[in-house]
């Protein structure tokens, strides 16, 4: 409904509440890098791997298992269509 009246600014928030919550969006959550494939936990994920820190690292700073890291990353890796984590900093740098 804010894409049909022009309301970006209010179409970009809800976007991001939606991402936060898990979803996918639309148009308005188009970023270069297949970014908008992503949930926000997934590109948060992905900013800390590009930052260089461990999965063991980015779970206490996310407040998550290790394992729950690995599976984040196993998902954007085939989202993504990347093998590894230096392809996957690279998107995100």
Same mark, same amino acid.
């Given at each position: 409904?804010?894409?049909?009246?022009?309301?970006?600014?209010? $179409?970009?928030?809800?976007?991001?509440?939606?991402? $936060?919550?898990?979803?996918?969006?639309?148009?308005?959550?188009?970023?270069?890098?297949?970014?908008?494939? *992503?949930?926000?936990?997934? @590109?948060? /994920?992905?900013?800390?791997?590009?930052?260089?820190? @461990?999965?063991?690292? /980015? $779970?206490? *700073? &996310? &407040?998550?298992? @290790?394992? @729950?890291?690995?599976?984040? &990353?196993?998902? /954007?890796?085939?989202?993504?269509?990347?093998?590894?984590?230096?392809? *996957?900093?690279?998107?995100?740098?």
């Amino acid at each position: 409904m804010f894409r049909q009246f022009d309301a970006r600014p209010w $179409a970009e928030r809800a976007a991001a509440e939606l991402r $936060a919550a898990g979803d996918r969006v639309g148009p308005v959550d188009r970023e270069p890098g297949g970014r908008r494939e *992503l949930t926000a936990q997934q @590109t948060r /994920i992905c900013e800390l791997v590009a930052q260089g820190a @461990t999965n063991r690292e /980015i $779970a206490d *700073l &996310l &407040l998550l298992s @290790t394992r @729950t890291v690995e599976y984040h &990353l196993r998902n /954007i890796f085939s989202r993504l269509g990347v093998r590894s984590r230096v392809e *996957l900093a690279s998107l995100f740098r």
